[in-house]
């Protein structure tokens, strides 16, 4: 089922707009081809799908290879941890890193916080909201 559009939806504004008030979209074009870039997220392990969230590319287990943490902002949106397994693709160890129920994460922030030679990692979540 479709979801009703509000007076103020975004995808209305520009037909309720006058002419003069819209940017062409020749403005917006490329001076040279760009090429087109696939989507191989699924094909490589990362296919995490969610709401605006976060995003970490940093060498978690001190391998050398850089693994990849992410974070939804939804309340019911799982933070997933992606290890690299040296060969093009990831694996998921969310839970192996302990992270199964850490979720809705706005934002997140890395650095060895406790200066013991490991990545940690800081989530941000929902202050906005209120206490709840």
């Known amino acids: 089922m479709a979801a009703e559009r509000g007076p103020h939806d975004a995808r209305e504004l520009p037909r309720r707009r006058p002419k003069r008030d819209l940017i062409p979209p020749a403005v917006f074009a490329s001076e040279y081809p760009l090429p ?10 990362v296919d995490a799908y969610g709401l605006a969230g976060g995003a970490i590319l940093d060498d978690f287990d001190n ?4 693994d990849l943490m992410v974070s939804h902002s939804g309340f019911e949106e799982q933070t997933r941890f992606f290890h690299n397994r040296g060969d093009g693709t990831f694996e998921d160890r969310t839970e192996r890193a302990g992270l199964a129920g850490e979720m809705g994460g706005l934002n997140m922030v ?3 916080y406790d200066n013991d030679g490991l990545v ?6 929902g202050g906005w909201m209120g206490p709840t």
């Open 110 to 112: 890395q650095a060895d």
């Open 63 to 66: 391998d050398g290879r850089l």
């Open 120 to 125: 940690d990692v800081l989530v941000l979540r």
């Open 36 to 45: 087109a870039f696939e989507n191989v997220a699924q094909q490589v392990g």
